[in-house]
T-cell receptor, first 111, second 113 residues
Framework: EAGVAQSPRYKIIEKRQSVAFWCNPI?????LYWYQQILGQGPKLLIQ????????DSQLPKDRFSAERLKGVDSTLKIQPAKLEDSAVYLC?????????FGPGTRLTVL | GENVEQHPSTLSVQEGDSAVIKCTYS??????FPWYKQELGKRPQLIID?????GEKKDQRIAVTLNKTAKHFSLHITETQPEDSAVYFC????????????FGTGTQLKVEL
């Protein structure tokens, strides 16, 4: 089966600019997750969707980050405006049951 | 919320030796413990997992043990090979509470020839 797809793979922006990431989960997976992985650390959950509803966004910096999952399939994560500390890999994952399958990630560099 | 601690942060072994990575968790309700391997620049991939109703699970050269009383679990890799070199993450989750994975801080394993 096809895996979780993400784009772009790399993005370089200047601080205060905006950026958006896209994720296409594995077909049929109802749950979708966005993680932030800072270099040298484990992934940290930003937001979790069940179909098109938000299950957990307690660690999402809502003053600058937003995410949506229209129609319960694809999802976008947006940062506006970006800060230097947002430099990280943004991983999307999806699951049907307990096991989560990760996408290749988007490496964001904020200059 | 859940807190997962992982040790050591770096581990260097000779090819053929065993490697052990240990994790502790704080939430006694956690009932699913996956281990992920992440090679440089690549996505985390599940290598083995264990549920709270099992004390040990083995898959070829990889095994995981769980001590619910002490709230710790460990990854054991035997007969290590150079391709085992990667960052390994443990994680804990309470599957009845929304499937929120909490990851450890990672262990950089280097298998030397």
């Amino acid at each position: 089966e096809a895996g979780v797809a993400q784009s772009p793979r790399y993005k370089i922006i200047e601080k205060r600019q905006s950026v958006a990431f896209w994720c296409n989960p594995i077909s049929g997976h109802a749950t979708l997750y966005w993680y932030q992985q800072i270099l040298g650390q484990g992934p940290k959950l930003l937001i979790q969707f069940q179909n098109n509803g938000v299950v957990d966004d307690s660690q999402l910096p809502k003053d600058r980050f937003s995410a949506e999952r229209l129609k319960g399939v694809d999802s976008t994560l947006k940062i506006q405006p970006a800060k230097l500390e947002d430099s990280a890999v943004y991983l999307c994952a999806s699951s049907l049951a307990d096991e989560q399958f990760f996408g290749p990630g988007t490496r964001l560099t904020v200059l | 919320g859940e807190n997962v601690e992982q040790h050591p942060s770096t581990l260097s072994v000779q090819e053929g030796d065993s490697a052990v990575i240990k994790c502790t968790y704080s939430d006694s309700a956690s009932n699913y413990f996956p281990w992920y391997k992440q090679e440089l620049g690549k996505r985390p991939q599940l290598i083995i997992d264990i549920r709270s109703n099992v004390g040990e699970k083995k898959d070829q050269r990889i095994a995981v043990t769980l001590n619910k009383t002490a709230k710790h679990f460990s990854l054991h890799i035997t007969e290590t090979q150079p391709e085992d070199s990667a960052v390994y993450f443990c994680a804990a989750i309470y599957t009845g509470g929304g499937n929120k994975l909490t990851f450890g801080t990672g262990t950089q394993l280097k298998v030397e020839l």
